[in-house]
């Protein structure tokens, strides 16, 4: 007995989500996954105040740690193309698409910076990883990148070596 009840159950259930993927399918839903540039929580909140207004939008999720940003849409109004040429002029890169020079301009620095780079506050803006920050930011003519806020100096750098000064 407590067999049949189940299998109704775990039937109905399945029944349940077919018939919502029909739903959604029937009024042209679709959903795309994009990945971009963004590094911290203001590019979330960049993100919030603008991709809801996208035309076509039905909803999104912005995931921090990947920054990938997944978008539901009407299928009807809108296609990734559409979605993704709309990330970029936000300043950011969507997939293959690249962040609008201007608008990527206008973002604050620590949006500009690349993925594991923000977050730090050292004033060159390119530290990576925790166990000794990497400075992929120095040319060979600049070398130093004094006025780090824990008060280190990067003498010495050349093309993206890692100092060992942080903690």
Same mark, same amino acid.
């Given at each position: ?113 690349e +993925? $594991?780079a923000? &977050?730090c ?6 530290? !990576?990883n925790?166990? /000794?920050? *990497?400075c =992929? %930011? @120095?040319?060979?003519?600049? +070398? $130093?990148?004094? &006025? ?7 003498? !010495?750098?050349?093309? /993206?070596? *890692?100092? =060992? %000064? @942080?903690?």
């Amino acid at each position: 007995m407590k067999r049949i009840i189940i299998l109704a159950l775990v039937s109905l259930i399945t029944l349940g989500v077919s018939a919502q993927q029909s739903k959604q399918a029937s009024k042209g839903e679709q959903t795309v996954t994009i990945q971009t540039n963004g590094v911290c929580q203001k590019c979330a909140d960049k993100f919030k105040e603008n991709v809801p207004y996208f035309k076509g939008v039905k909803s999104y999720n912005y995931d921090m740690k990947t920054a990938k940003l997944t978008i539901n849409y009407d299928a009807k109004r809108t296609n990734p193309d559409q979605l993704r040429q709309e990330v970029s002029k936000l300043g950011y890169n969507a997939d293959n698409v690249k962040a609008d020079p201007a608008a990527r301009a206008k973002l604050p620095a620590c949006c500009r910076a690349e +993925k $594991g780079a923000g &977050g730090c506050g050292h004033s060159c803006g390119n530290h !990576g990883n925790a166990n /000794g920050h *990497s400075c =992929g %930011n @120095h040319q060979e003519s600049a +070398k $130093g990148c004094a &006025g780090h806020q824990d008060g280190k100096s990067c003498a !010495g750098h050349q093309d /993206g070596k *890692s100092c =060992g %000064n @942080h903690k």
